[in-house]
């Protein structure tokens, strides 16, 4: 049973920087692609980027260029970069892969606020 547990989020101010870290239990991490998706309050949850298990990513046009997606596979661990933070990137943020089914983290809130 895969479980995901994230960290790193907080309160920053327009233009900081925050990492976020997602720890995945369980085994097969490395041959998991891994994704993070984000839900900004009464809006639907959007995915932000994702790293396949050979390392190729992918990022929604709002975060490209800003944004880094990382995995450490000895660690079971995936990562997202945020630079230039704006106050439209206030979320809940996910870590989220596919294992029998679609399993979610607990969520971090990131907020973005002078």
């Known amino acids: 049973q895969v479980q995901l547990v994230e960290s790193g989020g907080g309160l920053v101010q327009p233009g900081g920087s925050l990492r976020l870290s997602c720890a995945a239990s369980?085994?097969?991490?490395?041959?998991?692609?891994m994704d993070w998706y984000r839900q900004a309050l009464g809006k639907e949850r959007e995915l932000v980027a994702s790293?396949?298990?050979?390392?190729?990513?992918m990022y929604a046009d709002s975060v490209k260029g800003r944004f880094t997606i990382s995995r450490d596979n000895a660690k079971n661990t995936v990562y997202l970069q945020m630079n230039s933070l704006a106050p439209e990137d206030t979320a809940v943020y996910y870590c989220?892969?596919?294992?029998?089914?679609?399993?979610w983290g607990q969520g971090t809130q990131v907020t973005v606020s002078s």
């Open positions: 989220s892969t596919f294992s029998g089914g679609r399993i």
């Open positions: 369980g085994s097969g991490f490395s041959f998991r692609a």
């Open positions: 790293i396949t298990t050979r390392g190729s990513t």
